[in-house]
């Protein structure tokens, strides 16, 4: 069965600051990666994920995360924040075969500070 | 559709009583989830329906909740007799496919009282 841990519950960081949202996952199997972005009082949306190829992936609003099998992670990471950036971040797996199903991690809550 | 609709938006209930959630997924769209998204827990999956295949209910935390997707289109997630524990957001999705990106609806936040 496949798990994902997002070790950081909240991460403050001052505006224009870089920030990197950890994840790491384990499983036995290969695996497809997201990032899910939930926005104050708004929906969750996709940020960013990984099928294949390049290991490392870019999203929407300047995001990008690498692909790392070895370390089994997927962090996430932005060179530069800015205050509408602060919401809450989701990592979330699943099998590339085998089943519909994904598990999602707990959860980073980033708050950008002025 | 524009988007998965979910209604209601809120529901407050009183313990015992059943609730009823219901979803709207994105037309053409064959995978739909139910998660529970409860404050410090993240988003717990409940279940998934994916074409004819057989629902993966291994998600559903007792024999009081259950779900049913009609016509390959809308679904239900019912909880019988709810409990205060039950209270929480219920968030559904759906996809085109395997790998695809899930869309999420608004969710239904429900309080038991």
């Known amino acids: 069965a496949q798990s994902v841990t997002q070790l950081d519950s909240q991460v403050p960081v001052f505006e224009e600051a870089p920030v990197e949202l950890r994840c790491n996952y384990s499983?036995?199997?290969?695996?497809?990666l997201f990032w899910y972005v939930q926005y104050p009082n708004q929906g969750l949306q996709l940020l960013l994920k990984?099928?294949?190829?390049?290991?490392l992936v870019k999203g929407i609003n300047g995001f990008e995360a690498e692909f790392n099998k070895s370390q089994t992670s997927f962090h996430l990471r932005k060179p530069s924040v800015h205050i509408s950036d602060t919401a809450e971040y989701f990592c979330?797996?699943?099998?590339?075969?085998?089943?519909?199903?994904?598990?999602f991690g707990t959860g980073t809550r980033l708050k950008v500070l002025a | 559709g524009a988007g998965v609709s979910q209604s209601p938006s809120n529901k407050v209930t009183e313990k015992g009583k059943d609730v009823e959630l219901r979803c709207d997924p994105i037309?053409?769209?064959?995978?739909l989830y139910w998660y529970r998204q409860s404050l410090g827990q993240g988003l717990e999956f409940l279940i998934y329906?994916?074409?004819?295949?057989?629902?993966?209910k291994s998600g559903l935390p007792s024999d009081r909740f259950s779900a049913e997707r009609t016509g390959g289109s809308v679904s239900t997630l019912t909880i019988q007799r709810t409990q205060q524990e039950d209270s929480a957001v219920y968030l559904c999705?759906?996809?085109?496919?395997?790998?695809?990106?899930?869309?999420f609806g608004p969710g239904t936040r429900l309080l038991v009282l």
């Open positions: 999705a759906s996809s085109g496919g395997l790998g695809e990106t899930q869309y």
């Open positions: 499983s036995s199997v290969s695996v497809y």
């Open positions: 990984y099928l294949s190829g390049s290991t």
């Open positions: 979330a797996v699943g099998r590339t075969s085998g089943t519909y199903k994904y598990i």
């Open positions: 037309s053409g769209h064959t995978a």
């Open positions: 329906f994916q074409g004819n295949s057989a629902p993966d």
